[in-house]
């Protein structure tokens, strides 16, 4: 059921008593005319007015000339008049008592200062009558089944369906109304949402997700306006609901410099994908599988498991079917005995029963369907992809009214590959009056297969929570942090004490000031050890000669740290050199990289990946959000290299995979618990064998203001 | 020009003077029917022949009862009748003198052994009359200029226009026919090759390809039927005509066991992905891609460059179409100030005039007219991108015929995004007629872009042919491999010739049997040393201990010696040890690794990328055919993170990438000069510093009999 609360003050844009439309015109080129003609012509029950200053009659309904003149009922009004008219007409609504206000008109921030004013002054206004906005810059909303049609969009409006677009480009939505129509699909609610002075995409979504006829909601998204509680309300709803989403401008984000690999390989849309995946939420990467997709989900069950049976009268077509179904994650199903007995039964010698099935190309409507039934009712298989191009002895109608009854009948998904155009046409009509969904090739129907598919798997799932560690000291960790500035490295003390605080190990280590010192210190840590410089500034150690391994006695110290300070200051005489550190050798293990990055939208992501010198040019790391869940981390161990031969590869013994994870929740929290933490490395981290750990061989952090642009 | 010959016996096929049908039926029910419908109503100017032993008349001609009673001219048999019957006829068309000759019939090599047998009696026939057969097993051929249906493709036809389409499956050819009508572009020949008995896919591409009507040629390949050959034929060809093709059965075939990394990580289609690239050949990953893309390439002019302008009405699909540009290897046009400051004076204050261009949803058809022709005018600009939603205040259709003058006289190419269904209906008929490629949705519009300009850069450079060396040694290289069975792994002093032969240089080595031999043969190559194990079975030394690195004097060599054979044993009691490599110590470099391996129809492909022994693990590898050309080789640094770090990274220093690319080359000539040899692997491959070459540390070298399987 759905755990999130609708805002009671956005009801009036959803179910609304009645309407006013503020800039209603007589003229039909005028959206003002449009509007007033959409009202009506949508059917809507609740009372509709017009206001014009001019007074008169509009399609047989009086002009009034104000706000103020309108009779009752009226909660929702739709301003469709100049940017510098709007705050008047807002404080002539507040004064009206209507609480909800649809501001269509351009002209505000997208345009400079000034408009940007003129916002400020208009939420100013609705906070003032406790009254809700949405726009502008925005074309209005629409229900189908209410219905309501609150836009300008050119006639005919779409088709009652069961999809949701929510939208943050308006000018894309009178392109999707018209092409979902062609496409045979109708669309339940329509919200333009603008410049998002007020009301925002994750305002509506819950709003969205009750509608009761709605059972998958689209989104066409520019950016999210608090990444966290966007996540938090999609969490919720994709649980019952799917939500798809097209996420545009992923190049348009500029890129703060970054210091770490962890902040140079997040790229701007890491976060996105991130948080899309936490929050369950189906990312698209075109139109068309936008809306592929919505229409599979809409319209066909859910299959129980990945194993597919192909059915097809011709071989090529189920060729490239196989293709896409291997390189989708999805899996050609094994089909039982006794359904490769009957099906033999049912075709000509020379078909193949085996899966994909091949009826041969002379394959008639009635066998169609009854090998059509012979495969769902086998336990092995979990849906069926069924291809049809124009049969040479029979109609692609025929076969489609064959099999529809069997697809109504079915608990498993049947989507179709309905090739061709019009020798097509009456099997695509039939097809999508049942709501079955077709397709024009095999793989875009094997796409839309594997969607319904993920999304099947993620309802089965238990909703996973990022998991909670109480075993961490966070009042240690302050310590470390209160004698940072507020942009500042911190030092290499400060950084042991803060990844101890949160029981990520890091070797004993000493900062020597003279080579003596170091020796000494070497002595009283126990041999080998290693030496690894500290300056500020110089983030990158190993490029400047400044780490020195497996130090033997107490003259290798000498000799190297003379060494070192020598190398150092021949690259960069003015190098701010604090010391060197005397570290615990640590035995051998395989090295990985951890990191938190911090994204301005979504907060603290956490990396993992191969490390080493060369992790930006292998860039073999993923990313997830902070804290984390376990099915994070084995996302993070699982797309990497680096998490996968932690089970051992070739010479490589098995890695202690435990440590890691462990390791990598505590990092999660940590950066999860202290926000001023912009960026944080483990490189390497090193991982001893199983049973015997990890050990943060050398780390380093940030504190940094990005923190001022989060809002969690 | 064409640089290819076309097969004189192949012109009945593609200018018949006269065409007779075996098979010919009365019963409309029947493809016999079909075909002679498709013949007479196809306006064929030649003379048509109907056989059926039955006599009688079929469509107001006679149906002679026997091929020998057909009257001159005829120089073409199309038989549809059933497999058996197939070889008589053949004799019958021999004996007529009839050259060319079209099966249809399935039932042969795809049903099992007495197909197969069936076929083998066929070409026996078509070898003693010098005849040339094509399919079985097919649907036939078409031409929509000449004109000639020869298939039995159910009504109506295509519509003539300038894309060729070369299929193996025949199924997909009534779909293809079918919906290119639905997306409003003509065919100019279609042919269905079936099981290629005789005429093959290389065979009729040269044929297609002088086709005056022909501007573009998609193909749907299952494989091809000798891969050199098809190479060079398409490779002549897409010098002047552009070749794209869907190469399905990517999962289909069977891999056999390989024992290197090269091996494991060729993949089954990393030969064809090698192949495509070296000829030419653009490949599509989906039936949408293939026609979208031979669309814009049949209609639209080349650009000259990648600087793309777009033009839009709406922000929304203006991001999305900027998102598309950028992650497609396009670059936003920067725009000269005077084409800002002129699109300035035509449009509203609030529209932008940068790149991308946003008239608002205002925007007239003049509009669109003025402002498409500014950014024409823009010598920056090599394409332009027009994005057109159903605007607000005017048709759709008014604007595609306000523009289409413009685009029809540009050099530069326009692709549309016309985005909706039923309001767009006009502009889409608009556009089609004047052969403006539309697309619905900007990505793909983009993706169709992209190809025109890769296509536009591929023909504006020199062919390039695969660089021969002279100073290699073949006749050395062949001595080293006499002592070799025809199975097996070359000695180690084999391998080191092999490479030696062909400037590849190996360290300083030496076989030892003992620890004593082993001292002293490293007294005299200098200390340090390497010593690596040898032993028949045993490929990958390091995973069992068998390599040791660094060895500073005798006592550490007998003791390495000592300890090597022994952990050997205890891992392996059974392992044929032949000795342990003395070799000499080579300073830091990088490590890359080279290799060789062989596709059964393409031949030997030579790898290149990041070794070590996580090579399969990172995948950080590139493949391209032997020998290579310098486009390969730059195509194989520039792919690769190994290859991408020669040139210095961080603390690396540039490595020596001209011996590298000099390396590959020489391991190309050696893989194509030496059939036999099935692997070569040489990991690492140390690469010095600038000036200081390169050294292959460790190589190992198979014969096998893969060449039994190849045909060049």
Known sequence: MLMTTIDPSLLPFFQPQGIVLVGASADPTKLGFGVARNLLQSDYKGAIHFVNPKGGMLLSRPLHPHIADVPPPVDLAFLLIPAPFVPQALVECGQKGIRAVIIAAGGFRETGETGQSLEDACLHIAHQYNMRLMGPNCIGLLDTHLPLDATFLPPPGPTPGAVAFISHSGAICAAVVDWARGQGFGLSRLVSLGNQLDVCETDVLPAIAADPYTRVITMYLEGVTDGRRFMQVAQAVTRYKPVLALKVGRFASGRQAVASHTGALAGADTAFDAAFRRAGIIRAHTNEELFDWARALAWSPLPRGPRVAVLTNAGGPGVTAVDAIESSGLQLATLQPETETQLRAALPPAASVHNPVDMLAGASPEQYADCLRLLLADEGVDSVLLILPPPPMYSAGGVAKAIIPTIYAAQKPVLVTLMGERLIQEAMEHFRAARVPE???????????????????????????????????????????????????????????????????????????????????????????????????????????????????????????????????????????????????????????????????????????????????????????????????NYLLTQTWAGRKLAGFRHLPPADETAVRHTLLCLGQLAADFPELAEIEVNPLLVLPEGQGVWAVDARARVGNEIGRLRD
Chains 1, 2 share one sequence.
């Open 439 to 633: 397709y024009r090739f095999p793989e875009r129907t094997v796409a839309a297969l594997a969607i319904l598919t993920r999304y099947a798997a993620y309802v089965q799932q238990a909703t996973t929570f990022p998991v909670v560690l109480s075993d961490v000291q966070p009042e240690r960790a302050r310590q470390s942090l209160v004698q940072v500035g507020e942009e500042d490295w911190l030092s290499p003390t400060a950084v042991t004490e803060l990844l101890t605080a949160y029981n990520i190990p890091v070797p004993a280590s000493h900062l020597a000031q003279t080579s003596a010192e170091a020796a000494a210190l070497a002595r009283q840590i126990g041999f080998p050890v290693a030496l690894k410089l500290v300056a500020a500034g110089i983030t990158h150690k190993s490029d400047v000669g400044g780490v020195r391994l497996g130090l033997v006695d107490e003259t290798a110290v000498q000799t190297a740290f003379a060494d070192m300070l020598a190398r150092v200051r021949q690259i960069d005489s003015d190098a701010a050199i604090e010391g060197v550190l005397v570290q615990q050798m640590i035995p051998v293990g395989q090295e990985v990289i951890i990191g938190v990055t911090r994204d301005p939208q979504f907060g603290p992501l956490v990396m993992f990946g191969s490390g080493g010198v060369e992790v930006e040019g292998l860039a073999d790391v993923a990313f997830a959000l902070a804290p984390l869940t376990e099915a994070d981390v």
